[in-house]
């Protein structure tokens, strides 16, 4: 099994790509050993390495998060414990659960259904796409005079150009598409 490694825009995190379907459908974020818990036990594997602080699962790849060690002392381990996991054959979840909690519930005022159908169009084509390139994902959260509500994961939680995305590139496609958005804001 050979599995690539991408960088991303955030020089903390990078994306790891075993080759393989990691996650059919959804995504995961965990942020502590405590979240991962028994729901995935890769991410609590990968936990267990000092230094990482984050396991975001993709489509096809998974991205960590580190805070000490320099990747070059802590990418070996998270390889190996990647490689043992996929080799073994068990499974990413323990269950069928993907990253939907009850606190990432929408909010939007009756009456602006229409906007925040076009908006989740334009995120779904067109944003979480590129997004996911770079080792993240972002969602729609909710809809409130003029702002967007988005939930950023993954590579882009944290990430220095993270606020340049949103403010450059997300709010101005929505604002071209969209005329009652304002402006974009993460949650």
Known sequence: MFIQTESTPNPATLKFLPGKVVMDQGTADYRSVDEAGTAS??????????????VFYGYDFITITKDGPDWQHLKPAVLGTIMEHFMS????????????????????EDGDEVIVATIKE???????????????DITFRGFREG????????????????????KHGIQNLLKHFVPEVREVEAV
Do not use: N
């Not at 036990?41 to 984050?54: H, N």
């Not at 334009?122 to 997004?131: I, K, N, Q, Y």
């Open 122 to 136: 334009l995120l779904e084509t067109r944003v979480r796409p590129a997004v996911a390139q770079d080792g993240g």
């Open 41 to 54: 036990p890769l991410a609590a594997k990968l936990f267990g390495i000092p230094g990482v602080t984050g």
């Open 147 to 166: 702002t967007v509500f988005l939930h950023m994961k993954g590579a882009c939680a944290g990430c220095p150009s993270s606020t340049a995305t949103l």
């Open 89 to 108: 054959g068990a499974p990413i979840l323990s269950g069928a659960e993907s990253d939907t909690p009850v606190s990432d519930e929408e909010f939007f």
